[in-house]
């Protein structure tokens, strides 16, 4: 099975940097999701990690270390838009393609 | 596109009713999935389907859940009967799955989600 570990809630303030992270243990790597879910909707691709290492797309960035099995979504500049709820998803190694999610990290951005 | 499409957005039903929701991923996606998401679980997959074909439905609750894919453009859950400790927000989400493919800072495989139906059985 998969097991996937995020803080429930964070807090931060506008123009500030937060790290949401999220550690998992899995029959094997297949790649992490991060997708940003806003209340009331739907979840919404954020990024995707398979290698090592930081990829940078705009405000956010998404980092990954399979030896230790723990990614981290880095958001930049916050906006009060970017409250919303950070899930962290994982597909195991046994060669499904399916991610399992974590229960996800609510972000609440004040001025 | 239109994205995934979900009817109904908002159900309400009494315990004992059958519940259908629809789902109509986008065109060319060759993947389906059914998710339940609730406070207390998080974001559940109920079942998923490959080119049609149910792949796993190992996440279905019970045999009062049965889900349908008909054609590569329409899928169906339903819930018969339906159980107060159904309630929650059902989304349909469609992926293009591409096997093996594992260029740095894709987004393959990437899932696609509805606006989720609001199921509340009373």
């Known amino acids: 099975g998969q097991n996937i570990d995020q803080p429930t809630e964070m807090t931060a303030t506008e123009g500030a940097i937060v790290q949401i992270n999220c550690t998992y243990q899995t029959s094997g790597f297949n790649g992490l999701f991060w997708y940003q879910q806003h209340a009331g909707e739907a979840p919404t691709f954020l990024s995707y990690n398979v290698l090592d290492g930081l990829e940078e797309k705009g405000r956010f960035s998404s980092f990954l270390s399979r030896s230790k099995g723990y990614s981290y979504l880095l958001l930049k500049e916050l906006q009060m838009k970017d409250s919303a709820s950070y899930l962290c998803?994982?597909?195991?190694?046994?060669?499904?393609?399916?991610?399992?999610f974590g229960r996800g990290t609510s972000l609440i951005v004040h001025p | 596109d239109a994205g995934v499409i979900q009817s109904p957005r908002h159900e309400v039903t009494e315990m004992g009713q059958e519940v259908t929701l629809r789902c109509k991923p986008i065109?060319?996606?060759?993947?389906l999935f059914w998710y339940r998401q609730t406070m207390m679980r998080g974001l559940e997959l109920l079942i998923y389907?490959?080119?049609?074909?149910?792949?796993?439905d190992s996440g279905m609750p019970e045999d009062r859940f049965s889900a349908k894919m008909p054609n590569a453009s329409f899928s169906t859950l339903k819930i018969q009967p339906s159980e107060p400790r159904d309630s929650a927000v059902y989304f349909c989400?469609?992926?293009?799955?591409?096997?093996?493919?594992?260029?740095?800072?894709?987004?393959?495989?990437?899932?696609?989600f509805g606006p989720g139906t609001r199921l509340t059985v009373l």
């Open positions: 389907f490959n080119n049609n074909v149910p792949i796993d």
């Open positions: 998803a994982v597909r195991d190694g046994r060669g499904s393609y399916i991610p399992t």
């Open positions: 065109s060319g996606h060759n993947s």
């Open positions: 989400a469609s992926s293009l799955l591409v096997v093996g493919d594992w260029t740095p800072g894709s987004s393959y495989n990437e899932q696609f």
